[in-house]
């Protein structure tokens, strides 16, 4: 089915190992995002892709590594886990349609706990 | 720099009352502005848009006018049902971050519960 789909949808690991989540969209989107979501915080930007091999920062990226080797995936890296990185991330994707920006689609999310 | 404010809750309505979520931002021009819900366990999904000042954002009973002057975005429904029960966010095109690359910003988030 035509999406975009995170994996897994919840994983729990320890402080110091290296966790991968992963996105993959299926509508041939050129921008792709990670955020996360946290209680009194709401969404917060941690990178975005507008292509494949074009990534950038955003809001709050220190502690975490994005690829996009190809255009429907975007896995995210936690290089090092901390606790501080405990929580639910979500990807979404979206495309620019006549210079206007479309609405971002979300992936169903990953819930992180980091013990 | 870009900032997107939205009331907090949580909200809690009976069936078939009068909801308003208030939202405004402040931005370098005249970004896009949404409503996007969040079911339980769910992702976003977009409830409806409004691209420029005056636009009328509306979709499943919902509502939200692009104010210009008040820079606000406030969303509204007549009549809420149980179904209803979610939280809402409002978000804006963010210009901080990539400039024109559809980037969000995004308020809180609203909790709303609906009680039969």
């Known amino acids: 089915d035509a999406g975009i789909t995170q994996s897994p949808r919840y994983k729990i690991t320890e402080t110091g190992r290296q966790v991968t989540l992963m996105c993959h969209q299926t509508w041939s989107h050129s921008y792709m995002f990670w955020y996360r979501q946290d209680l009194g915080h709401g969404l917060r930007l941690i990178y975005y892709s507008a292509a494949a091999d074009i990534t950038d920062k955003g809001e709050v990226p220190d502690g975490y590594v994005v690829s996009r080797s190809k255009t429907e995936n975007f896995p995210l890296t936690l290089e090092s886990a901390t606790r501080s990185q405990t929580s639910v991330y979500f990807c979404a994707s979206s495309e620019l349609t006549g210079g206007l920006k479309q609405p971002q689609h979300f992936g169903d999310g990953t819930r992180l706990s980091i013990l | 720099g870009n900032s997107v404010t939205q009331m907090e809750g949580p909200v809690t309505l009976s069936e078939e009352a009068f909801l308003t979520i208030n939202c405004t931002y402040t931005?370098?021009?005249?970004?896009?502005l949404f409503w996007y819900v969040q079911y339980p366990g769910e992702g976003l999904q977009l409830l409806l848009k409004?691209?420029?000042?005056?636009d009328k954002g509306s979709n499943k009973g919902f509502e939200a006018t692009y104010r210009k002057e008040t820079t606000s975005f406030h969303l509204e429904k007549g009549s809420v049902q149980v179904s209803d029960s979610a939280v809402y966010f409002c978000a804006g095109g963010d210009m901080n971050y990539g400039g024109s690359q559809g980037n969000l910003i995004f308020g809180k988030g609203t909790k709303l519960s609906v009680k039969p």
């Open positions: 409004a691209t420029k000042a005056d």
């Open positions: 931005a370098t021009g005249y970004p896009s």
